[in-house]
């Protein structure tokens, strides 16, 4: 089965950077979509960022030009690199993966497998 565990988060002041790291493991699929996800209290999980086996990535728009999704060479970790942060990125981020390639809307149910998740706490 596939297992994903998520780690790096943290506290950060506004305007500062920070990176999350997701290593994978068990993942069989021909092909598959690997993504970041996260959620603060009384809102609903929302997509970042998602990147397939060939290196085509998505982002969501609140993220776009801020944060970078990428992988290694091995497809066993996941990474994440956020600059510019704001208090509106304070959540609690997950990676999450499935088979076949990232949709064009990267939506929750559409992922199989997910990390337990690391909080990022952006200050002003």
């Known amino acids: 089965q596939v297992q994903l565990v998520e780690s790096g988060g943290g506290s950060v002041q506004a305007g500062g950077s920070l990176g999350l790291s997701c290593e994978v493991s068990g993942v069989t699929w021909s092909s598959y979509c690997m993504a970041w996800f996260r959620q603060a209290p009384g809102k609903e999980r929302e997509g970042v960022a998602g990147i397939d086996r060939d290196g085509n990535t998505n982002y969501a728009l609140p993220v776009k030009g801020r944060f970078t999704i990428s992988q290694d060479n091995t497809k066993t970790n996941l990474y994440l690199q956020m600059k510019n942060l704001t208090p509106e990125d304070t959540a609690n981020y997950y990676c999450?993966?499935?088979?076949?390639?990232?949709?064009?809307?990267?939506?929750?149910?559409?992922?199989?497998?997910w990390g337990q998740g690391t909080q990022v706490t952006v200050s002003s």
């Open positions: 999450a993966a499935t088979g076949g390639r990232c949709p064009r809307v990267l939506e929750a149910p559409d992922f199989r497998a």
